[in-house]
């Protein structure tokens, strides 16, 4: 059995990068008593994935996790459990239980939603930026800097009354688009104090629509 | 912007934001409307060093264990942080609740290291604290506690008062004497001589210090009318299995040097190592229960989530029944995964075959302490360990598939001769044979031994008080000596380091209160985290002692006569002078002292109420 498992990341952590996360959840499985299979080996660890990493400075709603369990255990005995290995500010949001056959969730993940606050996005340069067929915008790799069209990325996107930016944009392996990166491509800079938070994981869902990634289960 | 919105501002521009975030697993939160004081545990060095460090678990759970305090944490920020915060006037502030440390009702600091003093003026400039206790009306009570406390007086200006001892019950009659005081609205002076009362506290500001013409101390006495005592004697706390220890502790995001479980399960050693103040200052020996650290690691195992618990004290080996605890450890812990290791450098073979035999320790490099190159040296310091100890050893190991190993020596240890230092590259190549003497189908291929020698810091309150360090040109010349003994045996590895940390940290360790001086002036021309090779700048030091008119040779590599007034001589850490001195004449004459558990060597700490029975 897998537990599947959605959690926040609230502002006070949003500083932990996703490596010390990581070791931080191999910790925080112990504690939680839960009969986490582990690995064989030398060093054995939890059997777990992570959902797609969330940049340094960035808060969160969905970040997802994998685990693997040697027994079944209770979806609510479960996020009970979660809940109380972790801190305030990494809360438990979901809980939901799937066979160890279920094809694993992240290959899933197409694109991702964010509220993005001082953005310093007028509604101008949305007009504009959906009106092109082409925004060319300097995209970092791990290979070196690529020019790409962000433009064909950028699913939604609208600002609400209070002038914060709402996003929905791809998140695949071979296309992404971060955020930040569409932000500098309207405005020409980031803003010292935007703050970006991650809504949601989308998924394919039926007739092309995106879905939340939990829904997919 | 409120200050935590700040300091989160500037968090996204330095190298490591997880250290100043705060908010980990068992951090204590408390509402501050509820308790009547906070108290500010400032570690005067990274979060990542100091996050390892055992004391400060043990008393920010005692002082949270009472409803009416809170404690919190404070690290000192690495420089890139520091600066940020300047430029921003961002003040220090606590991880907890990113409370500016000025508005703590107490700060208290512990001293590990000499050559973290700087940070602790650096930490009070930039919590905007008046460095000088006298410069301070308002504002919170500085304190400072640890094993440097023993000879405080390099920093004696800065503090108002100095914790000796234990910290376990010591820090609650502080924290009761300060609500006692707060309630009766009395000037602070009113509070030092309170204070001075307490068992283990020392108040710098209540002694007048006068000096002969020589620059030696003339004298130390309590002020007239002061209360305060003549010998201040430290705090201790005779029963550890009922003493507070932590049953959650924090755990980091991030590394730290030691992310691990810490059980203490003795406080002091009796070996009586001549060159070790921690040996001398934490007597006596005081175990923990077995049935008291089983019941602790439960408890720390199941609130962690750690996956591997330490075995800690001074010379963990000499636990009275290592033995059946580690077997009973290993046997608890072996199904949930839990390792258990010993940081100790006396491992006996029974207990070594006990873990290797449950739980496949890795064979990373078995370390060995022989400090000294020759039996004679070995004497004179009365390490107990003999060639024939440390040949058996290194066998054992290789035959049973080690192929690292590594030696630690100090260089400069009083008497040392060119013969002594040689003896070093002796014993490498001894350790060599050893291995190539195993049958090579045995062996693990790829020996490496690593030779590591540190410079000789003579330190207060050990029997070698009164000896001179080696003079720089003389460390250099040694240390080139042995390299190119070494030079010439295949397979080592020889680490040492500049002399020069070594003697500031000799000047400090065993200065008097008018080194403070060059402290604050070596601070203001910017000398901080000096412990850090990069960091560490000897010619602002140099100009430092120069401006303030502190010699530090005297201090460093003077040899002081018997009967000199020792700048610490009104601390009383535990063993007597008497003890010192005939310690120091012993090692002179290369005379050993047998470990104290033969037979009681009267080293003074009898003197104890309840010590030793």
Not at chain 1, 22 to 42: C, E, K, V, Y
Not at chain 1, 126 to 147: C, H, I, N, P, Y
Not at chain 2, 261 to 284: K, N
Request: charged share 25%; with cysteine; glycine share 6%.
């Amino acid at each position: 059995m897998r537990m599947i498992v959605r959690f926040g990341k609230r502002a006070r952590l949003r500083f932990i990068s996703h490596l010390d996360l990581q070791r931080f959840f191999q910790r925080a499985l112990n504690r939680t008593g839960l009969p986490i299979a582990f690995s064989n080996g030398f060093n054995p660890h939890p059997v777990m994935a992570f959902g797609s990493a969330l940049a340094l400075g960035w808060t969160s709603e969905y970040e997802v996790i994998d685990v693997k369990l040697a027994e079944d255990v209770d979806a609510l005995a479960a996020k009970e459990a979660m809940q109380a290995a972790l801190p305030e500010d990494l809360p438990v949001l979901e809980v939901k239980m799937v066979g160890d056959r279920t094809p694993s969730m992240m290959p899933l993940v197409c694109a991702a939603r964010y509220r993005i606050e001082n953005s310093g996005v007028t509604q101008e340069m949305l007009d504009r930026f959906r009106q092109a067929e082409t925004v060319m915008a300097v995209r970092k790799t791990k290979s070196g800097e690529k020019e790409v069209n962000i433009r064909p990325m950028a699913y939604e996107f609208a600002l609400t009354e209070d002038g914060t930016l709402l996003a929905e944009l791809s998140l695949t392996p071979e296309n992404t688009l971060k955020p930040d990166l569409m932000v500098k491509a309207l405005t020409g800079e980031i803003p010292e104090g935007m703050r970006i938070h991650r809504t949601s994981l989308l998924a394919e869902g039926e007739r092309g629509r995106r879905i939340p990634l939990m829904e997919k289960l | 912007m409120n200050l935590s919105d700040k300091i989160e501002q500037l968090l996204m521009k330095v190298q490591k934001p997880a250290m100043y975030m705060g908010g980990e697993f068992n951090s204590v939160m408390k509402d501050p409307a509820s308790v009547k004081m906070r108290y500010a545990f400032l570690f005067p060095d990274t979060y990542d060093v100091g996050m390892s460090h055992l004391g400060m678990k043990i008393l920010y759970h005692t002082i949270n264990k009472r409803p009416d305090a809170w404690c919190e944490r404070v690290f000192s920020p690495w420089v890139d942080m520091a600066d940020l915060m300047r430029e921003n006037d961002i003040p220090l502030f606590s991880l907890e609740s990113r409370t500016p440390v000025k508005d703590f009702d107490m700060v208290g600091v512990t001293l590990q290291y000499e050559m973290s003093y700087t940070n602790i003026l650096e930490a009070l400039d930039l919590a905007g604290i008046p460095l000088r206790a006298a410069d301070r009306t308002q504002g919170p009570i500085l304190v400072c506690g640890g094993p440097c406390a023993f000879n405080p007086e390099p920093l004696a200006p800065f503090f108002d008062l100095v914790a000796l001892g234990d910290g376990e019950k010591e820090t609650h009659d502080i924290i009761d004497c300060y609500l006692a005081w707060k309630q009766t609205g009395a000037p602070k002076d009113e509070f030092l001589r309170m204070a001075a009362k307490i068992d283990g506290v020392y108040v710098p500001a209540l002694y007048d210090i006068a000096y002969n013409d020589d620059g030696t101390v003339a004298s130390i006495r309590p002020k007239e009318g002061s209360g305060a005592p003549e010998v201040c004697f430290k705090a201790l706390v005779n029963d550890l299995t009922a003493a507070d220890y932590p049953e959650k502790i924090i755990v980091p995001y991030g590394e730290v040097v030691h992310n691990r479980i810490m059980l203490e399960i003795f406080r002091g050693c009796t070996r009586g190592c001549r060159f070790c103040q921690a040996g001398m200052i934490y007597r006596p020996v005081r175990e923990r229960s077995m049935d008291r650290l089983l019941e602790l690691a439960d408890k720390l195992v199941a609130a962690t989530g750690y996956d591997e618990i330490s075995l800690m004290s001074l010379s963990s080996g000499d636990y009275s029944c290592l033995p059946e605890l580690a077997h009973e450890m290993v046997r608890k812990y072996q199904a949930r995964r839990v390792k258990i290791s010993l940081p100790s450098q006396r491992i006996d073979t029974v207990l070594t075959d006990t873990l290797k035999e449950t739980q496949k320790v890795r064979k990373t490099a078995l370390t060995l302490a022989p400090e000294a190159g020759t039996q004679r040296l070995r004497d004179v310091i009365n390490k107990g360990v003999t060639e024939e100890d440390l040949i058996r050893s290194v066998s054992d190991a290789f035959d049973q598939g080690w192929n690292a190993v590594k030696l630690y020596f100090m260089l400069g240890l009083p008497t040392e001769t060119d013969e002594d230092v040689l003896g070093i590259a002796d014993l490498a190549e001894k350790v060599r044979a050893c291995y190539f003497a195993v049958p090579k189908e045995r062996r693990a291929p790829g020996l490496r031994i690593v030779v590591s020698v540190s410079v000789f810091v003579p330190k207060n309150d050990t029997p070698f008080q009164w000896s001179p360090q080696l003079t720089q040109e003389n460390v250099i010349r040694r240390q080139q000596l042995l390299g190119q003994a070494l030079r010439k045996i295949r397979g080592v590895d020889y680490k040492y380091h500049a002399p020069d940390i070594s003697y500031i940290e000799a000047v400090f360790a065993r200065g008097d209160r008018r080194t403070a001086d060059a402290l604050e002036r070596a601070w203001q021309l910017g000398c901080r985290f000096d412990g850090w090779n990069d960091q560490f700048k000897y010619d602002k030091w140099m100009q430092a002692f120069e401006e303030t008119g502190v010699d530090p040779d005297f201090y460093a590599t003077r040899e002081r006569p018997l009967d000199e007034v020792l700048p610490w001589d009104h601390i009383d850490c535990g063993v007597t002078k008497e003890f010192l001195i005939r310690e120091y004449q012993k090692a002179l004459k290369g005379e050993l002292t047998h470990d104290c558990r033969k037979g009681c060597v009267g080293c003074g700490v009898k003197r104890y109420k309840g010590a030793c029975v």
